[in-house]
């Protein structure tokens, strides 16, 4: 089975509207599944098969009992996700009085037809200052809160306490050219204040949380996309939540602010390359494009999604690249961000090595002393 079977079923699942491709037929059930596993998305395979009438082709019992079964867990982790997320917001706000919004995952798996089907990961809580606060408040919170989390620029990683995972967010996110990073900050602070009151109820009355709105998300989870692709990598997971989100859709307003946005953080080359997976790929109606797609380098970005799968977690090519050392870590991240220094300069080679060198040896130490005092 070659990827364009798989690419035209993957349509199938995405749009409950699509008929089901011709190629169907050609589907080899297990290649499916082990490419949907790499990629992180077998609930979305799952949600099309459930829609496969009786005479259509299936899976074969096996592969039907191993689809089904990763599924359960997938709806399982789900609604513990949900659960936690609804904990963790009252949580903050009830004892320390701070709104927050929960990113990526949560407020993303609201957005697919079936809450349920998503391949959750952990919770992204970014927790917004109160007036005359600033960020390093909020870590000093996050120690408070934690005294043996793990602080990192953008957020502090919460002690595994047996529920799911919690990132406490004080910046979303983070891009490592010093110069679009500022801007990526100015926007973030900007926007704050509209992110903790845009309130959604989560399903099977599981609890009510706030997450972005669609304006702010569109920015920050291509530059969240970004940062994985310049790293360790992406999958079809990140590249089906953006799908969702764009099919929310977009005025030509938004569309204009969206490309002098991402225009400033430098990250429209990237952006063009994604439109193109979006729309000739997976099917996005080009009306839903916030900006015109660019096939050269969307078919650079989907060679890396398919070969590295799920956060480059089946790439091959940096197969042991992984280390309990901070300092050979460091240098396995520049060799694998290296391989886009011709397509993004910007992001790679001096800005690439200047943000390590400034975190190992500056800011961590900072970040230490701000929340001992």
């Not at 009252?90 to 089907?117: T, W």
């Not at 400033?264 to 952006?271: I, Q, T, V, W």
């Not at 091959?316 to 870590?329: Q, V």
Request: hydrophobic share 40%; aromatic share 14%; with cysteine.
């Amino acid at each position: 089975m070659d990827n364009s079977v798989f690419f035209d079923f993957l349509r199938f699942c995405l749009d409950d509207d699509a008929p089901l491709p011709s190629s169907a037929s050609a589907i080899n059930w297990q290649r499916l599944y082990d490419l949907g596993h790499k990629q992180g998305i077998v609930g979305v395979l799952f949600h099309g098969i459930k829609r496969l009438k009786r005479n259509d082709p299936h899976p074969t019992p096996q592969v039907l009992a191993q689809i089904g079964t990763e599924n359960a867990m997938i709806v399982e982790s789900n609604k513990e996700a949900y659960a936690d997320a609804f904990r963790v917001t009252e949580f903050v706000y009830r004892r320390y009085g701070h709104r927050s919004c929960i990113l990526k995952g949560q407020g993303n798996a609201l957005m697919y037809p079936d809450p349920y089907m998503r391949a959750s990961g952990d919770i992204d809580q970014w927790i917004v200052p109160n007036d005359g606060e600033t960020v390093e408040d909020i870590m000093r919170l996050c120690r408070r809160i934690d005294p043996n989390c793990k602080l990192q620029y953008h957020h502090a990683e919460l002690t595994d306490d047996g529920s799911t995972p919690v990132e406490m967010h004080f910046r979303p996110s983070f891009t490592e050219n010093f110069i679009y990073n500022a801007r990526l900050q100015k926007f973030f602070e900007q926007e704050a204040a509209n992110q903790v009151v845009n309130i959604v109820s989560l399903p099977d009355n599981l609890g009510r949380i706030c997450v972005p709105t669609d304006s702010f998300n569109r920015i920050f989870q291509l530059s969240h996309v970004f940062k994985h692709f310049l790293s360790e990598g992406i999958g079809l997971r990140h590249v089906i939540d953006y799908y969702y989100l764009l099919k929310r859709g977009i005025t030509e307003d938004e569309k204009r602010e969206y490309a002098a946005v991402v225009r400033r953080l430098g990250m429209e080359k990237f952006a063009r390359g994604l439109m193109f997976i979006l729309s000739d790929v997976l099917g996005l109606s080009p009306s839903l494009l916030p900006m015109a797609s660019d096939k050269r380098v969307g078919k650079m970005i989907l060679r890396e999604v398919m070969k590295g799968g799920n956060f480059g977690k089946f790439d091959e090519r940096f197969a042991g690249m992984e280390s309990d050392n901070p300092i050979l870590n460091a240098f396995y991240s520049i060799v694998k961000n290296m391989r886009f220094a011709f397509e993004f300069p910007q992001y790679t080679v001096f800005a690439h090595i200047s943000w390590i060198l400034w975190w190992h040896f500056f800011y961590r130490y900072h970040i230490n002393r701000i929340v001992a005092d």
